[in-house]
């Protein structure tokens, strides 16, 4: 079998086919009818009074960083995350502040947030990751609320997860998420913020735009070319109302999953709670030490099954952070996490034959190293 990592879930060709030549006909290419209307929708969705709809998720966090002005100030990165965080905390004149992983969650880890807030902290992001809101986000939120600084969730792979009857992406001050071709919600690139600050909705339409007032005729903020395009907005329209069956179908593969993984000697899996709804964005399992993670994705390669790493390397091992002064035994438990954490394919559109093919060969691998 060839089995992809991850594959768009599109459904309602013909329809988007047609929204799409409307769009064309009117000529209207950017700040039209449907990025309102993709805006409107999502926020409705996520239950916030805000979104905008902008060019990616980076943009989106840049954005928000620039407006609670982290110029020379600290925000505090989960190590454990895509490249993209602390790069948009630097892009907007902070300085990045690297937290350790949750060895059960695999996401931000609270006590190590406590360890490094000081005096010159802005904000935490905190990022659920693989689709899991993270388990301590009330905890952090509390915290951040009493040392008065902002709290950021990076949603990009949560699209439609919940936490104690909340969306992620409307617990902290702000929500960015991402709609890159992965990802479980997709309008090809784009990028998504929700927020409850009326004046964080302006700022945010303002500098997506070059920073535009009333319009490009005057300026009053720096800004970018961080727009969403009417065609990206007619499918993100698409996605967002089949982001719930998309949801439902990837918890059924990980319940699949989950069953299989548990009866394979030398692999685990991160507990789910009942207080919360994954949506799945990726499978994550940990080896045991003594099992070759290299050896493994490789012949799980050369069966057709497209597995790989989350992320290889925390934030602060890549050679432009290596650059900056970071130095490895930074964050301890993210790097035994990297070393052993795998994933396997994900999509709403896989067929139980293709998991349990998944789960053989893994098994079949596994087993010569315990």
């Known amino acids: 079998m060839k089995i992809p990592g991850a594959k768009p879930y599109i459904e309602d060709i013909q329809e988007i086919t047609k929204d799409i030549k409307r769009v064309l006909e009117s000529r209207r290419l950017i700040l039209g009818p449907y990025t309102r209307r993709l805006e409107e929708m999502f926020r409705e969705y996520i239950g916030v009074k805000y979104a905008i709809a902008t060019s990616s998720c980076t943009s989106a966090l840049e954005i928000v960083l620039r407006y609670i002005n982290v110029n020379n100030k600290e925000v505090i990165v989960p190590a454990n995350t895509f490249i993209a965080c602390p790069n948009s905390v630097i892009y907007a004149g902070g300085k990045v502040i690297f937290a350790d992983t949750n060895k059960d969650s695999f996401c931000i880890d609270y006590k190590d947030v406590l360890k490094k807030i000081t005096p010159k902290t802005k904000a935490v992001m905190a990022v659920h990751l693989a689709g899991l809101p993270v388990p301590e986000i009330f905890a952090i939120r509390a915290l951040c609320k009493k040392k008065k600084i902002f709290l950021i969730e990076d949603a990009s792979h ?33 990028g998504l913020i929700t927020t409850n600050n009326r004046e964080l909705a302006d700022f945010a339409k303002s500098v997506r735009h070059h920073g535009q007032g009333e319009s490009l005729d005057r300026i009053v903020n720096f800004g970018n070319d961080w727009l969403m395009d009417e065609l990206s907005a007619v499918l993100g ?71 790989g790493t989350l992320y290889p390397l925390p934030c602060y091992l890549h050679p432009i952070y290596r650059k900056l002064g970071y130095r490895q035994g930074l964050c301890p438990v993210t790097e035994h996490i990297m070393a052993h954490q795998i994933f396997l394919p994900m999509f709403a559109e896989m067929k139980d034959v293709e998991i349990d093919y998944v789960l053989d060969c893994l098994k079949k691998i596994v087993k010569d190293y315990i």
């Open 237 to 307: 329209v698409y996605q967002l109302k089949r982001l719930e069956k998309n949801v439902s179908k990837r918890n059924r593969i990980a319940q699949r999953y989950s069953k299989g993984i548990d009866k394979i000697k030398g692999i685990s899996r991160n507990p789910v709670s009942s207080n919360v709804r994954h949506s799945y964005y990726k499978f994550l399992a940990m080896l045991d030490e003594k099992i070759n993670k290299e050896e493994v994705l490789k012949k799980m390669r050369n069966r057709g099954i497209e597995v």
């Open 158 to 190: 949560a699209h439609g997860a919940v936490i104690d009857g909340r969306k992620v992406g409307s617990i902290g001050d702000f929500g960015c998420f991402s709609l890159y071709p992965t990802k479980i919600m997709t309008s090809g690139v784009g």
